[in-house]
């Protein structure tokens, strides 16, 4: 199916097309700049900025991938979670085009989105599969037996999300926001084993009631305690060897207990999605620590591996393809659309 993806959940404005597990089109407009000075993302200029860019957006997509709205299948829009003004906007978009071109609609959950987007780089999700989501708002562990039908989480943040800890670590070592991209650079120049920082809910005494779920407000924490020592000593603070060892503690958490995960429930299948994921550390680790088990790990390009349309779209071709009932005109947006929820 020919499908049209609108995604509007946080700062990206992105519209994606796919045909089937083909990607025509991902134009994304990203008000990320204006937010940057807030050192976060202020909902209502997010919501101003999808206004302005919904419809130019769509026609952008619409010319890359050379089709027009009478060729679409199907038009899918996230419905949650995420900011409830920005989600507004896509979803009375998606209804708006849905209604003059007489195309059914799909709402869908942004995180199913994030696993499904992989599908556009590799092809069909062999299933079982154990999904890595690491975003700013999301860090969990889920078993997908049937993506259309929903995902089962096995653990989850208990505080943090991964995304998050890397935004507020950027923070306090002076790196611009979002913190992830600049923490991945500076640790390229930096030595992953400089500082021993806390790996949370990984202690012998911890797995016992949280195997599969994380933690990352103790690893901050210790991050700017370690920062403040150094400065209280008149010292500079060796911020390549912070970044590589922070990062390391968070990559070598979550893909260990990614591989457990695996190994448990006999999947030989892990898929990482989310804007972490677009980190070159938790990818070469992954890679590695799947590879010793025998587990095909696929991990999208960066690029979709951050806020876009094409996942939406990617997740609305996957239920069409499964025969999964459109939903009604009056869809709402949930800014807290269970994990459990595929589609509304
Ligand atoms: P959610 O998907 O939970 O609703 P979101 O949509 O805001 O949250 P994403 O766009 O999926 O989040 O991911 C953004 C997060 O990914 C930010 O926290 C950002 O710092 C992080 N991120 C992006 N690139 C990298 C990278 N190379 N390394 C680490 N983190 C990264
Ligand atoms: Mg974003
Ligand atoms: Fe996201």
């Known amino acids: 199916p020919l499908v049209l993806g609108i995604e509007t959940s946080c700062d990206e404005t992105g519209v994606g097309i796919?045909?089937?597990?083909?990607?025509?089109?991902?134009?994304?407009?990203?008000?990320?700049?204006?937010?940057?000075?807030?050192?976060?993302?202020?909902?209502?200029?997010?919501s101003r900025a999808h206004l302005e860019a919904i419809v130019p957006t769509i026609h952008r997509a619409l010319a890359d991938a050379g089709v027009t709205l009478s060729d679409v299948?199907?038009?899918?829009?996230?419905?949650?979670p995420g900011l409830a003004g920005a989600l507004l906007v896509?979803?009375?978009?998606?209804?708006?085009?849905?209604?003059?071109?007489?195309?059914?609609?799909?709402?869908?959950?942004?995180?199913?989105?994030?696993?499904?987007?992989?599908?556009?780089e590799h092809g069909a999700l062999p299933e079982p599969a154990i999904a890595l989501l690491v975003s700013g708002g999301h860090s969990s562990l889920l078993l997908v037996e049937d993506l259309a039908r929903g995902v089962t989480p096995l653990g989850s943040t208990i505080d943090d999300a991964a995304?998050?800890?890397?935004?507020?670590?950027?923070?306090?070592?002076?790196?611009?926001?979002?913190?992830?991209?600049?923490?991945?650079?500076?640790?390229?120049?930096?030595?992953?084993?400089?500082?021993?920082?806390?790996?949370?809910?990984?202690?012998?005494?911890?797995l016992a009631a949280h195997r599969y779920d994380f933690s990352f407000s103790g690893l901050k924490t210790a991050v700017a305690r370690w920062v403040e020592a150094r400065q209280r000593a008149g010292e500079p603070v060796p911020v390549e060897d912070v970044a590589a060892s922070f990062q390391?503690?968070?990559?070598?958490?979550?893909?260990?207990k990614a591989v457990d995960a695996c190994r448990a429930q006999g999947v030989n299948t892990l898929v990482i999605g989310g804007g972490v994921a677009a980190n070159s550390r938790i990818r070469s680790l992954a890679e590695e620590r799947c590879a010793r088990h025998?587990?095909?790990?696929?991990?999208?390009?960066?690029?979709?591996?951050?806020?876009?349309g094409a996942m939406v779209a990617a997740l609305g071709s996957h239920l069409v393809g499964a025969g999964v009932t459109p939903s009604r005109l009056d869809l709402p947006a949930d800014s807290s659309m269970p994990l459990t929820t595929v589609n509304v």
């Open 18 to 46: 796919v045909r089937g597990h083909t990607l025509l089109a991902d134009a994304v407009a990203s008000s990320v700049d204006e937010h940057a000075r807030f050192g976060g993302v202020v909902p209502e200029v997010a």
């Open 73 to 80: 299948d199907a038009i899918a829009v996230t419905a949650g």
């Open 90 to 120: 896509g979803v009375a978009a998606a209804k708006g085009y849905a209604l003059a071109a007489e195309k059914p609609i799909y709402g869908v959950n942004h995180l199913a989105a994030h696993v499904a987007v992989d599908t556009l």
């Open 163 to 206: 995304g998050e800890a890397f935004d507020k670590v950027a923070r306090l070592l002076g790196l611009p926001f979002p913190g992830g991209p600049p923490i991945d650079r500076a640790a390229r120049s930096g030595d992953p084993s400089a500082i021993p920082f806390p790996r949370g809910l990984s202690a012998a005494r911890d």
């Open 248 to 256: 390391e503690a968070v990559c070598d958490v979550l893909t260990a």
């Open 294 to 308: 025998g587990i095909t790990v696929r991990v999208p390009r960066p690029k979709l591996c951050t806020d876009n």
